[in-house]
C-alpha cells in the first residue's frame, strides 16, 4: 500500500484527530506591492474569493485555505505579472513583473495553505484541502469564470505560478487548480511556467508538525493531466451569489422531488463521479437495502455529525476507493467540491435549506467510499446560519 493509499484508509477511519496546532496567518503573508483589483476582475473575485471569515466559497471549518494567485497578461490594466489576491482585503499584491510578451487574459491558480485545516482537523485534513479547491473554482465559476483545470501537474502550476523551490522557513502554499477568468491561449500555463520564479512570503515563526508534513507530501506528489473543462456553471443573480449561507440545522422537511431534481443535475453536469440522492424515511418505511440509507443513519460516518438526523435529504458523491489510482484521489474529491458548490448555490436559488458535510468515514450503510455530500430540507426561520456555505 502507498504512502497516499494508507493516509486516504486513516483519513477514512474513525480514528480522531489530534489536539489543535496554531492556524497560522488568515492571508499568506507576500511582501509585494498592493493593488486594487482591476475593474473588469472586481464583480468576479468580490462575488467569489473576496472578505473575511464569511466568504462565498466553502470551506471545512470555515478555515478557507485556498490562495488564489492571479497571472495577468498585457490586457487587465496592471503591468503584466503575478498576483497574489488578498481576500480580506480585497486586493492583489504584486509577486513579479514579466515580459510585455506574456500571454494575454486573466487566470487563477489555486493554491492551498494546508496548516490552515490541518490545525483542527489532523490527519482528515487533506482531502477536505481538495474538496475546498473545488469550491472555490465552483464560486469563481459561478461568478463568471468560463473554464478550469482541475488536475493540471502539480510541478506545472507551481511554476506558472512562480513559487520558489525553497521556501526558506515560509509556509508553501500548494496549487491544485487553475481557473480562466478570462479568454486566453491554451498553452497559457505552459508560457507562465517558462518565466523566473519570484521570491517567498515572510517567514512563519511556527514549526511544522508530522501531521502538517504528511500533508504538505500528499500534496506535492498528486500527478496530473492538465484537462481544460467548462466550469458548468448555471447562471444566477448576484443577490444569490452574494449571500450564500450555510443553513442551521434543523431542516428535516424534504423537498419537492422537481426542486431535488434541478439539484442532483446540477451536481452531474459539473462533476463526472458517482452520485446519489437521500431522502428521510417515513414512519412505518421498510429497512434499507443493502447499500442504501436516510441521511441519519449516515451520521456514524460524517465524523459522527448529528445534524444529518435533522435533515429532508442528501446528495452524495461517492467513489475513488481507498487503493484509487493518485490522478482519481484528486479528480474525485476535486471535482465533488466543485459539483457541491454549484449545487448549493442551486439549492439556494430554489429557496432551500443546505449545507455541505464534509469528514466522511467508512461504514455499513450507504453509498461506498463518500467523498462529499450536501444536506438539503426546507428553509425556516430557524435556518439561516452565520458563516457562508
Known amino acids: 500500500m502507498t504512502a497516499l493509499h494508507t493516509a486516504l484508509t486513516r483519513a477514512r477511519s474513525a480514528q480522531p484527530p489530534g489536539p489543535d496546532i496554531p492556524a497560522g496567518h488568515q492571508v499568506t503573508p507576500w511582501p509585494g506591492e498592493p493593488h486594487p483589483v482591476p475593474r473588469h476582475l472586481d464583480r468576479l473575485l468580490r462575488l467569489s474569493l473576496g472578505g473575511d471569515r464569511l466568504r462565498p466559497a466553502a470551506s471545512a471549518g470555515a478555515l478557507h485555505p485556498v490562495n488564489t494567485h492571479l497571472l495577468l497578461g498585457p490586457d487587465n490594466r496592471l503591468p503584466p505579472g503575478r498576483y497574489a489576491y488578498d481576500p480580506v ?3 492583489l499584491l504584486a509577486r513579479g513583473t514579466v515580459p510585455a510578451d506574456a500571454p494575454p487574459g ?4 489555486l493554491t492551498v495553505t ?4 490541518v490545525s483542527h482537523y489532523g490527519h482528515r485534513a487533506w482531502p477536505l484541502l481538495l474538496l475546498d479547491t473545488g469550491h472555490a473554482a465552483a464560486a469563481l465559476a459561478l461568478a463568471g469564470a468560463p473554464q478550469w483545470c482541475p488536475d493540471a501537474d502539480v510541478t506545472l502550476l507551481a511554476a506558472a505560478a512562480g513559487f520558489p523551490s525553497d521556501w526558506h522557513c515560509a509556509e508553501p502554499e500548494h496549487p491544485l487548480a487553475a481557473v480562466r477568468l478570462t479568454p486566453g491561449p491554451a498553452d497559457v500555463l505552459d508560457r507562465w511556467a517558462a518565466y523566473a520564479p519570484g521570491g517567498p512570503p515572510l517567514p512563519t515563526p511556527h514549526t511544522p508538525p508530522p501531521v502538517l508534513r504528511e500533508s504538505w507530501n500528499i500534496l506535492g506528489s498528486l500527478p496530473g493531466t492538465k484537462t481544460w473543462r467548462p466550469t458548468a456553471a448555471p447562471v444566477l443573480p448576484d443577490t444569490v451569489l452574494s449571500s450564500r449561507r450555510s443553513a442551521r440545522p434543523p431542516f428535516p422537511g424534504v423537498p419537492a422531488r422537481t426542486l431535488l431534481a434541478q439539484v442532483l443535475a446540477t451536481a452531474r453536469r459539473a462533476a463526472p463521479v458517482p452520485w446519489s440522492l437521500l431522502t428521510v ?3 412505518g418505511a421498510v429497512p434499507p437495502s443493502k447499500g442504501e440509507a436516510a441521511p441519519a443513519d449516515l451520521a456514524v460516518r460524517a465524523a459522527g455529525q448529528s445534524l444529518l438526523a435533522h435533515v429532508g435529504g442528501l446528495l452524495v458523491a461517492h467513489g475513488c476507493p481507498d ?5 482519481q484521489v484528486r479528480r474525485d474529491h476535486v471535482l465533488a467540491g466543485h459539483g457541491i458548490g454549484l449545487a448549493q448555490a442551486v439549492a439556494a436559488h430554489l429557496g432551500l435549506a443546505s449545507r455541505p458535510i464534509g469528514s466522511w468515514q467508512h461504514g455499513p450503510w450507504g453509498p461506498p467510499h463518500i467523498v462529499h455530500a450536501l444536506a438539503l430540507g426546507i428553509r425556516t426561520r430557524h435556518t439561516e446560519g452565520t458563516d457562508r456555505p
Not at 486573466?106 to 491558480?109: E, K, R
Not at 487503493?323 to 490522478?327: E, F, L, S, V
Open 89 to 91: 482585503r480585497h486586493r
Open 106 to 109: 486573466a487566470v487563477a491558480v
Open 114 to 117: 494546508a496548516r490552515r485545516t
Open 281 to 283: 424515511r417515513r414512519p
Open 323 to 327: 487503493d484509487a489510482p493518485p490522478t
